[in-house]
């Protein structure tokens, strides 16, 4: 059952920063192999990840994108990593709405700070908005989080809870094609529950960044990166 409006406030705004493991206890992070293969890091500022944070509760974010096409970047956390999607027209609140999500690869947790510009040339160059975040659970009850997580997105039927400052409530997504890899399509639709809203536009509605309140043009423009791994 997702959570109610009323609960919503307190557990809004996650827990940003990641306690990592003891140097003695870190680990390399295979399932970024893809993401370091496609990024020159003496070119871009993006994180290359190293030992797997843990953090108490799972977390997700949402990144506008203004690369060689606008979209919306759905990140999830899930063993150690961001599992990600890219979704065109952005998710929507509107349970008549099923979006196109693109799996793509792996992305560092530490990625869920990044806001700022990605050079152009490099993989991905373009604007990068923080745009939602929060924190984030299994849609069911029969598994513990994790393992339901994991069950799902092996299923193709991945139901899952957000709590953000934007996206809340349930949502699903659902596997309609296995292509290449990394080029698994899904679709992305809200569940209706208490916090559905149909009829609406929530990507067009909120056009500014959730940690720093700037619009695309206005992070393009100061041409800084707003990325801060401790950040809290």
Do not use: C
């Not at 993989?123 to 299994?138: E, F, P």
């Not at 292509?179 to 679709?187: A, F, P, Q, Y």
Request: cysteine-free.
């Amino acid at each position: 059952m997702p959570p109610k409006k009323k609960a919503a406030a307190k557990a809004v705004k996650p827990a940003t920063r990641a306690a990592k493991k003891p140097a003695s206890e870190s680990s390399p992070v295979p399932q970024l192999s893809e993401y370091h293969r496609k990024r020159d890091f003496s070119k871009t500022a993006e994180p290359k990840g190293g030992a797997a944070p843990v953090n108490q509760q799972l977390v997700f974010v949402v990144q506008k994108h203004a690369a060689t096409r606008l979209h919306y970047d759905l990140r999830l956390e899930l063993d150690g990593v961001m599992k990600s999607w890219a979704v065109p027209k952005g998710p929507s609140m509107n349970p008549a709405d099923k979006r196109l999500a693109m799996e793509v690869e792996d992305h560092p947790i530490e990625y869920n700070t990044f806001e700022g510009t990605i050079p152009k040339g490099q993989y991905g160059g373009g604007t990068v908005m923080l745009w939602d975040r929060g924190i984030y659970t299994y849609g069911n009850t029969d598994l513990e989080p994790a393992a339901g997580l994991r069950k799902g997105l092996a299923k193709g039927d991945l139901k899952f809870v957000l709590l953000g400052e934007r996206l809340k409530g349930s949502f699903v997504l659902v596997r309609t094609k296995r292509g290449d890899r990394g080029k698994n399509e899904w679709l992305l639709i809200k569940h209706k529950d208490d916090y559905a809203e149909p009829g609406s536009d929530v990507a067009a509605k909120f056009l500014t960044s959730v940690d720093s309140g700037r619009t695309m043009e206005q992070i393009a423009k100061d041409g800084d990166r707003v990325w801060n791994s401790n950040r809290a």
